[in-house]
T-cell receptor
Framework: DTAVSQTPKYLVTQMGNDKSIKCEQN?????MYWYKQDSKKFLKIMFSYNNKELIINETVPNRFSPKSPDKAHLNLHINSLELGDSAVYFC?????????????FGSGTRLTVV | GQQVMQIPQYQHVQEGEDFTTYCNSSTTLSNIQWYKQRPGGHPVFLIQLVKSGEVKKQKRLTFQFGEAKKNSSLHITATQTTDVGTYFCAGRDNYGQNFVFGPGTRLSVLP
């Protein structure tokens, strides 16, 4: 049973396109996150959602929009893709905002913009 | 804002040697977490430290939280090839809602 699952695992697309990455967790966690990991392995938080409310938006471009249809899903939609968007995107979830528990990460989506 | 730094950036060791990575925060932390990411994999939660001066062990791994709660370390005794990966610390201060990740230390173990 996969705890946090992301699809697709790989995504190659052209500049200017719009794409979505889906994420689902079956852990019953109440907070979900999107992280971007660049080629230097820096992990930068993009968004977190708690009970369907956006509680952090780390000044990412508004081309990126998280969508949470329910507590178990947090999808990431990206408009007008740019070369600099190429990275690995990780979805994660936690209980109680991660205060007392670790984050559980999905296996990542490697996005390549050409 | 809160910044979390780690040193070294890279470490190459011979199998059987010890390894230590250090994590430093610009602010006092309420707690700190450690993660391991294997090459091509995703970060996996290892442990959380909460108390000042706390030391926790997991087999060959020893985690320490500084007395001032601004630094932490991870020490691996007698490294094995299975220890290869990037080790991240992630700290949360009293004002932050989420954990801020350090840049990671990439460990290579030569057999």
């Amino acid at each position: 049973d996969t705890a946090v699952s992301q699809t697709p695992k790989y995504l190659v697309t052209q500049m200017g396109n719009d794409k979505s990455i889906k994420c689902e967790q079956n852990l019953g966690h109440d907070t979900m996150y999107w992280y971007k990991q660049d080629s230097k392995k820096f992990l930068k938080i993009m968004f977190s959602y708690n009970n369907k409310e956006l509680i952090i938006n780390e000044t990412v471009p508004n081309r990126f929009s998280p969508k949470s249809p329910d507590k178990a899903h947090l999808n990431l939609h990206i408009n007008s893709l740019e070369l600099g968007d190429s990275a690995v995107y990780f979805c994660a979830s936690s209980r109680s905002g991660g205060t007392n528990y670790g984050y559980t990460f999905g296996s990542g989506t490697r996005l390549t913009v050409v | 804002g809160q910044q979390v730094m780690q040193i070294p950036q890279y470490q190459h060791v011979q199998e059987g040697e010890d390894f230590t990575t250090y994590c430093n925060s610009s602010t006092t932390l309420s707690n700190i977490q450690w993660y391991k990411q294997r090459p091509g994999g995703h970060p996996v939660f290892l442990i959380q430290l909460v108390k000042s001066g706390e030391v926790k062990k997991q087999k060959r791994l020893t985690f320490q939280f500084g007395e001032a709660k601004k630094n932490s370390s991870l020490h691996i005794t007698a490294t094995q090839t299975t220890d290869v990966g990037t080790y991240f610390c992630a700290g949360r201060d009293n004002y932050g809602q989420n954990f801020v990740f350090g840049p990671g230390t990439r460990l290579s173990v030569l057999p």
